[in-house]
C-alpha cells in the first residue's frame, strides 16, 4: 500500500541554521508529493510540492527534490527562522485509486532564537 | 490563498450533545474532505466527497457523518459527542482534476466534557 515515513520529532534548531527533514515514501507509480506546514493554532497549509521525478518544489527558501530512485522527497532550507517553528507533514497523492492524500505522520520544528 | 472556512473554531460541549462543525469553501471544488487530527499531531481521513450528493467514509472509522447538499458546504455532525470525539478537526477542498493539492481550512478544536 501506499505510506509516508516522516523524520521523527521534535526537532530543535538555533536561528540560521541548516535545516533538513527526511520524507521516504512506497507507492504504486509515481505519486504526487507535497510538503505542509501547520503553525501553532492553526490548519495545514501547502509549502511546496512536486508532482514527477526530479522536479524541485521550492517556497519561502525551502525546497525539496522528488527522487524516484530513492523513493525520497527530504525538505532543506539553508538558514531557518525562529518565524520557521510548526509541525511539518510530507505526504503523497496517489495516482491510482480514490485520489487521497496520504500523510507522514509530522515534524515539530523549533527554532531558538 | 485558498478561501476555506470552519466554524465554530473552538468548541466546549457536554457529553451527549448534537453538534455541527461548518465548513464552506468559495472556490467551486468539487472535492472535499474531513480529518481528525489526534494530540500525537497524526491525521486520519474521516470522510470525504466527490461532488453533491456524494459521501464517502475515510480511512478512520468515525461515529461521525456528513452531508453534501451544496458544492460549497460540507457539514459534519455528531449526533451525540462523546469525550472520546476530543480532538481537532480539519476540512479542505481541492479540484476535481489529477494532482491537485487539498486546501484545509483554519480548523476546529473539540473538546467533550
Known amino acids: 500500500g501506499n505510506s509516508v515515513t516522516q523524520m521523527e520529532g521534535p526537532v530543535t534548531l538555533s536561528e540560521e541554521a541548516f535545516l533538513t527533514i527526511n520524507c521516504t515514501y512506497t507507492a504504486t507509480g509515481y505519486p504526487s508529493l507535497f510538503w505542509y506546514v501547520q503553525y501553532p493554532g492553526e490548519g495545514l497549509q501547502l509549502l511546496l510540492k512536486?508532482?514527477?521525478?526530479?522536479d524541485k518544489g521550492s517556497n519561502k527558501g525551502f525546497e525539496a527534490t522528488y527522487r524516484k530512485e530513492t523513493t525520497s522527497f527530504h525538505l532543506e532550507k539553508g538558514s531557518v527562522q525562529v518565524s520557521d517553528s510548526a509541525v511539518y507533514f510530507c505526504a503523497l497523492l496517489p495516482i491510482q485509486g480514490a485520489q487521497k492524500l496520504v500523510f507522514g505522520q509530522g515534524t515539530r520544528l523549533t527554532i531558538n532564537p | 490563498e485558498a478561501d476555506i472556512y470552519q466554524t465554530p473554531r473552538y468548541l466546549v460541549i457536554g457529553t451527549g450533545k448534537k453538534i455541527t462543525l461548518e465548513c464552506s469553501q468559495t472556490m467551486g471544488h468539487d472535492k472535499m474532505y474531513w480529518y481528525q487530527q489526534d494530540p500525537g499531531m497524526e491525521l486520519h481521513l474521516i470522510h470525504y466527497?466527490?461532488?453533491?450528493?456524494?459521501?464517502e467514509k475515510g480511512d478512520l472509522s468515525s461515529e461521525s457523518t456528513v452531508s453534501r447538499i451544496r458544492t460549497e458546504h460540507f457539514p459534519l455532525t455528531l449526533e451525540s459527542a462523546r469525550p472520546s470525539h476530543t480532538s481537532q478537526y480539519l476540512c479542505?477542498?481541492?479540484?476535481?482534476?489529477?494532482?491537485?493539492?487539498?486546501?484545509f481550512g483554519p480548523g476546529t478544536r473539540l473538546l467533550v466534557l
Open positions: 466527497s466527490y461532488g453533491v450528493n456524494s459521501t
Open positions: 512536486a508532482t514527477k521525478a526530479d
Open positions: 479542505a477542498s481541492s479540484e476535481n482534476r489529477e494532482y491537485e493539492t487539498q486546501y
